[in-house]
C-alpha cells in the first residue's frame, strides 16, 4: 500500500514538472518567473489618452500577454484626463492606490530623484529579443539616471513647422526652402496684414506654457538652465535675444497672436504653427498643408522634442509581474504596432517608410524629414525635479514680458530670481 | 449585621427581606433619557458628518503640517513647525494675502451692496418683476465652472466684450492679461453669479418688515432716505448679518473662477489664497505647507465669523 502510494506520488509530481516545463518551453521566450497564483494579478496603467484606437491597441497587446501568463487576472488601463494628469496621478500614488504602470511626462525627474521607479535596464537587457543596444541614446536621457533607465520613452515627438499653404497664398506669401525664424516672422506678418489671419502660433503656449518656447529659444542657442539643472539660463543674452523677437513678433509685427487672443492652425485660423508631429492626426483636410522641420535661429538649424515614457512604481505589490509586461509591451514586435501613434524610441523601427505605414496624414519624405533626420540630435523640452512649481514661478514672473512696453532682460533677471532657490535644491 | 427590615405599607406584619437593588434600576429608560436619546439620536447624522469631514480633516491637517511627506515614496518626517515658520519667509505670500483681500473685499462689497440694491429695486410691484427676479437669479444654479468658461471666452482680447464695446467705439482691453483689469474681471464674474442668492434673502427680509412702520413713517413726513436707514435697515439687519458671513465665507473659498479664468495670474495678482493651498498640495506636492496655509485659511474664516458674530450687538437689531 505504501510503495503503491509513493509511487502514484512520485508520478503525479513528475507530471506536474512536466506539464509546468511544456507550458514554459511551449509559450512566451521570456520564462514566467513569477510565483503568484493563477489569476491573481491585477495590473492597473494610467495613460493620458482616451483615444479608442490607442486603447484597443493596448488591450489587444495585454490579452496576448495574458494567454501566455496564466498569473495575471487582469490587465487595465486607466484614462486620466490629459490636464490633471500629475495631479491626479500623485494623489493616487500620495493616497496608497498607485497603479502599477504609468504613462509620464514632466513627472520623470521627480519619480526617478524620489526611488519611485523600479529600474529596467537589467530587465529589458535579459529579456530575450528585446535588444536593448536597439534603443537610440539621444531619447533615453530623460528617464534614465546614469545608465540606468527608469522608463521606457514611447513616444518621442519631434516638434516641426506646419504650413497652412492655402493661408500663404491667400495672402500672396511662399515660404522658402529651409526657412529662418525672421522669414516666418515677416510672411506671418504679412499674412496677418492681408487676410486678419494670425502668423505662428506657438501651440500650447497661450502666454502660459512657456516650456514649449524652447522650440524657439534652442534656435538662439538659448536653455532654461544648464545640464545639470543648477543654473538658471534665462538671463542669458541668448535668451534675451530670443525673447525679444518673441516679444516683438506678438507686439510690434504682429506676426504672432497677442496675449488673450485665440488662434487655432488646425482649425485654419493661422498661417503657421509649431507643434509636435503626432498633432498631425489634427489635420482634417480642410486646407492644404506641408511640414518641416524647426526654422533655422541665428545658431541655424537645430530639433526638439516632447516625450513621453512608461514605468513601473516600487510601490505596486506586482512589482515583478508589471515589470515583465513592461518588457512585453515595448518588444521590438509590440513597439512597431506602437509606432503607428507614437515615434518609437527604436532605431530598427525610424525609417519614413516604416512611419509612414501607419501614418496617413504624412508622407514617408515627411516623416523622415521632421521625425527620422531629428531624433538624433534631438534637445528634449525643460525638464527638472519640482516641475510644476518652476513653472508657476517662471509662468508667474514672465507674465510681466507680454506687455507691449516689457524691459525683456530685466523680466528674464527676475525669472532667474524666483527660480534659483528651487534650482540649487 | 442583620439584614435590611422593610415596613409593610400595609401595617399588618413586619417581614426580613433579601436585600434588593434600589428601585429605580429597573427603570433605566425613564421619559427624560428616552428624550435625551431621541435628541442625540436626531443629531447623530450631523455629528458624524462634522467629525468625518470636520473634524477629522482639521485634525489631519495639523499632523500633515508638523511633517515632510514625500508623495512619491509615501515617507514622512516629522519636522515640527519648519512649515509654520516657511510661512513667514514665503516670498509669494504677501502677495497673495493681497490678492485674497482685494477679492473678497471686492466681492463683499459688491455683493452685498448690488443685492440690496435689486432688492429693493424688486421688492415693488410692476408688470415683469417676477422675470426680473427670476433673471437675477438664474445665474445662481448654473455650474460655476460652466459659468466660468463663457465668461473666461467672453473676456478674451478679441472676445465678446471687446467686441462690443469696439462697436459703441470704446476701445477694450486686455481684461485678463493686466493685474488691475484681470481681478476686476475675476470679481464681477463672481459677483454677477452669486448676487442672486443674496437678493432673495433681502427681498425675503424686506417682504417680512411690517408695512405699517411705514405708514407711521410717512404720516410723519419722513423721507424715503430715513425710511430706508431708520426703518428698513434695522429691521434686515439680522439677514444683512448672515448675508455678510456667508458672503464672506464664499469668496474665501473661490477656486474654480481663478482656475478657470487666469490660473492666478498674471503674475501673483489673482492668486488667492484657497488657489495658492491647491498650488501647493496637489501641484507641487507640498502636502505639509499646504495643509499649513489650509488652516492659516481657516483660522481667516474663523475668526472673521466670530468677529461678525461679536460685532453685531452693535449693529444686528433683533425685533424680540
Known amino acids: ?425 | 449585621m442583620t439584614a435590611p427590615t422593610l415596613v409593610d405599607t400595609r401595617g399588618a406584619t413586619s417581614v426580613d427581606v433579601a436585600p434588593r437593588g434600589p428601585r429605580t434600576s429597573t427603570v433605566f429608560w425613564t421619559a427624560a433619557r428616552r428624550d435625551a436619546l431621541t435628541g442625540y439620536l436626531f443629531i447623530l447624522p450631523q455629528v458624524i458628518g462634522v467629525l468625518v469631514f470636520v473634524i477629522v480633516p482639521v485634525g489631519l491637517g495639523v499632523f500633515y503640517s508638523m511633517n515632510d511627506w514625500n508623495v512619491f515614496t509615501g515617507k514622512m518626517q516629522f519636522i515640527g513647525g519648519e512649515h509654520y515658520a516657511a510661512v513667514l519667509s514665503d516670498p509669494q505670500l504677501p502677495g497673495v494675502l493681497s490678492a485674497t483681500a482685494v477679492f473678497s473685499g471686492g466681492v463683499v462689497v459688491l455683493n452685498i451692496g448690488l443685492g440690496l440694491l435689486l432688492a429693493v429695486l424688486l421688492n415693488r410691484r410692476f408688470r415683469g418683476v417676477t422675470l426680473f427676479r427670476t433673471l437675477f437669479f438664474s445665474p445662481v444654479v448654473v455650474s460655476v465652472v460652466a459659468w466660468t468658461l463663457v465668461w473666461g471666452f467672453l473676456l478674451q482680447d478679441n472676445g465678446g466684450i471687446n467686441g462690443v464695446l469696439e462697436a459703441i467705439g470704446i476701445p477694450g482691453t486686455n481684461w485678463l492679461q493686466q493685474g488691475s483689469t484681470a481681478m476686476l474681471a475675476v470679481v464681477v464674474t463672481q459677483v454677477v453669479r452669486s448676487v442672486g442668492i443674496n437678493m432673495i434673502l433681502f427681498l425675503a427680509a424686506l417682504q417680512g418688515v411690517p408695512g405699517e412702520l411705514y405708514e407711521a413713517a410717512r404720516i410723519d413726513a419722513a423721507s424715503s432716505r430715513t425710511i430706508f436707514f431708520r426703518i428698513t435697515l434695522p429691521l434686515i439687519s439680522p439677514t444683512l448679518l448672515l448675508t455678510a458671513i456667508i458672503t464672506i465665507v464664499g469668496a474665501l473659498q473661490a477656486f474654480a473662477q481663478i482656475a478657470v479664468l487666469t490660473e492666478g495670474g498674471p503674475g501673483l495678482y489673482t492668486t488667492v489664497l484657497v488657489y495658492y493651498v491647491y498650488q501647493q498640495a496637489f501641484a507641487f506636492n507640498d502636502i505639509g505647507y499646504g495643509s499649513t496655509l489650509a488652516l492659516m485659511l481657516l483660522s481667516f474664516v474663523l475668526l472673521l465669523t466670530l468677529l461678525q458674530w461679536q460685532l453685531r450687538k452693535k449693529w444686528v437689531f433683533y425685533e424680540n
Open chain 1, 1 to 425: 500500500m505504501n510503495t503503491a502510494r509513493k509511487l502514484l506520488g512520485t508520478v503525479a509530481v513528475i507530471a506536474t514538472l512536466g506539464v509546468v516545463a511544456g507550458c514554459s518551453s511551449a509559450g512566451d521566450p521570456t520564462p514566467v518567473r513569477t510565483t503568484a497564483a493563477p489569476g491573481s494579478v491585477d495590473l492597473r496603467m494610467t495613460v493620458w489618452t482616451s483615444n479608442e484606437a490607442q486603447l484597443a491597441l493596448f488591450n489587444g497587446i495585454a490579452d496576448a500577454y495574458k494567454k501566455d501568463h496564466a498569473e495575471i487576472g487582469t490587465i487595465t488601463f486607466e484614462s486620466l484626463p490629459f490636464a490633471d494628469y500629475n495631479t491626479t496621478l500623485t494623489t493616487q500614488i500620495a493616497g496608497g492606490n498607485a497603479p502599477d504602470l504609468a504613462w509620464m511626462g514632466d513627472l520623470s525627474r521627480d519619480l526617478i530623484t524620489a526611488g519611485a521607479l523600479v529600474p529596467l535596464t537589467e530587465t529589458l537587457k535579459s529579456t530575450e529579443g528585446w535588444d536593448y543596444d536597439d534603443l537610440l541614446q539621444s531619447v533615453v536621457g530623460q528617464f534614465s539616471d546614469g545608465d540606468q533607465l527608469y522608463a521606457y520613452p514611447f513616444s518621442n515627438s519631434p516638434f516641426a513647422l506646419y504650413v497652412n499653404e492655402d493661408v500663404l497664398a491667400q495672402a500672396g506669401q511662399t515660404l522658402p526652402t529651409n526657412p529662418t525664424w525672421e522669414e516666418v516672422s515677416e510672411i506671418g506678418s504679412a499674412v496677418h496684414a492681408a487676410t486678419g489671419k494670425a502668423g505662428f502660433v506657438i501651440r500650447d503656449f497661450d502666454y502660459s506654457g512657456w516650456n514649449v518656447l524652447a522650440t524657439v529659444w534652442t534656435g538662439w542657442g538659448a536653455e532654461a538652465w544648464n545640464a545639470e539643472g543648477t543654473q538658471c539660463g534665462f538671463d542669458s543674452e541668448k535668451m534675451a535675444d530670443a525673447f525679444a523677437f518673441l516679444h516683438d513678433a506678438a507686439f510690434e509685427k504682429t506676426s504672432m497672436p497677442g496675449p488673450g487672443a485665440k488662434a487655432d492652425f488646425f482649425a485654419g485660423d493661422s498661417a503657421f504653427t509649431i507643434a509636435q508631429v503626432s498633432r498631425a492626426a489634427l489635420l482634417d483636410g480642410s486646407f492644404s498643408y506641408s511640414v518641416h522641420p524647426l526654422p533655422a535661429g541665428p545658431v541655424g538649424e537645430y530639433s526638439v522634442l516632447g516625450q513621453a515614457g512608461v514605468g513601473v512604481l516600487q510601490s505596486s505589490p506586482h512589482v515583478q509581474e508589471a515589470t515583465d509586461f513592461l518588457a512585453y509591451l515595448t518588444n521590438p514586435e509590440n513597439a512597431e504596432q506602437l509606432a503607428q501613434f507614437f515615434p518609437p524610441p527604436r532605431q530598427s523601427l525610424l525609417t519614413g517608410e516604416k512611419l509612414a505605414a501607419n501614418n496617413p496624414k504624412l508622407t514617408a519624405q515627411q516623416l523622415q524629414q521632421v521625425v527620422v533626420d531629428q531624433l538624433p540630435s534631438a534637445v528634449p523640452l525643460p525638464n527638472h525635479t519640482r516641475p510644476a512649481e518652476i513653472a508657476q514661478k517662471v509662468k508667474t514672473a514672465l507674465d510681466a514680458m507680454w506687455t507691449p512696453d516689457a524691459d525683456v532682460p530685466a523680466v528674464l533677471s527676475s525669472v532667474c530670481d524666483s527660480i534659483d532657490p528651487l534650482l540649487s535644491k
